[in-house]
């Protein structure tokens, strides 16, 4: 199974918005609402942001949202701050039942 | 909470079986899916495969068999073993829960680095 794409890298001010796109296909992304996001900063474990698309864990800053259209889901963080600064991760259930991770991006708060 | 940690060696040898162990805290192994997850330095993480009971398991075909993930619930333990291992095996392993309300890994362990060299 092929590895979801993400752009290697974004970046933004403090206090922009950003948007982090994740594309798959029809058997993934596009097929299930079962996508997900990861913050990790280095070093640190992978933190669970956002799962089936658009829900946010008790613990996740209200800053952080997430949606999809077609084959491609989108991370968005509004407000950026400096802690933002990080690798994110998508994932995305697939149809044979298994689990696929983005190649991540990297975000640098300027 | 829940709290989930990884044991076991951090150094194997090419050809032989990473044996890994995730210790659950706080919380039952029962009614989740257990997961191992890993990620080479540097690069993305990997799912590996996960275990809700003996009938339900999946593992990612990527694996080609080389995997086994196992629940012990009577010591609220998992564990995940890899035979055959070569320099590609090595990362840091990783365990989590995924399931409940919230479907996505979480929470995660800290994770163990597993070398394979001779």
């Known amino acids: 199974q092929s590895a979801l794409t993400q752009l290697a890298s974004v970046s933004g001010s403090p206090g922009q918005s950003i948007t982090i796109s994740c594309t798959g296909t029809s058997r993934d992304v596009g097929g299930y609402n079962y996508v997900a996001w990861y913050q990790q900063h280095p070093g640190k474990v992978p933190k669970l942001m956002i799962y089936d698309v658009t829900n946010r864990p008790s613990g996740a800053s209200n800053r952080f949202s997430g949606s999809k259209s077609g084959n491609t889901a989108s991370l968005t963080i509004s407000g950026l701050q400096a802690e933002d600064e990080a690798d994110y991760y998508c994932?995305?259930?697939?149809?044979?039942?298994?689990?696929?991770f983005g190649g991540g991006t990297r975000l640098t708060v300027l | 909470q829940v709290q989930l940690q990884e044991s076991g060696p951090g150094l194997v040898k090419p050809s032989e079986t990473l044996s890994l162990t995730c210790t659950v805290s706080g919380g039952s192994v029962s009614g989740y899916y257990w997961t191992w997850i890993r990620q080479p330095p540097g690069k993305e993480p990997e799912w590996l495969g996960y275990m809700l009971d003996s009938e339900n398991i999946m593992y990612n075909p990527s694996l080609k068999g080389r995997a086994t993930i196992s629940v012990d619930s009577s010591k609220n333990q998992f564990s995940l073993k890899l035979k055959s291992v070569t320099a590609a095996d090595t990362a840091v392993y990783y365990c989590?829960?995924?399931?409940?309300?919230?479907?996505?890994?979480?929470?995660w362990g800290q994770g163990t680095l597993v070398a394979v060299s001779s």
């Open positions: 994932s995305s259930y697939t149809s044979s039942g298994t689990w696929v």
């Open positions: 989590a829960r995924y399931g409940g309300n919230v479907r996505g890994f979480d929470p």
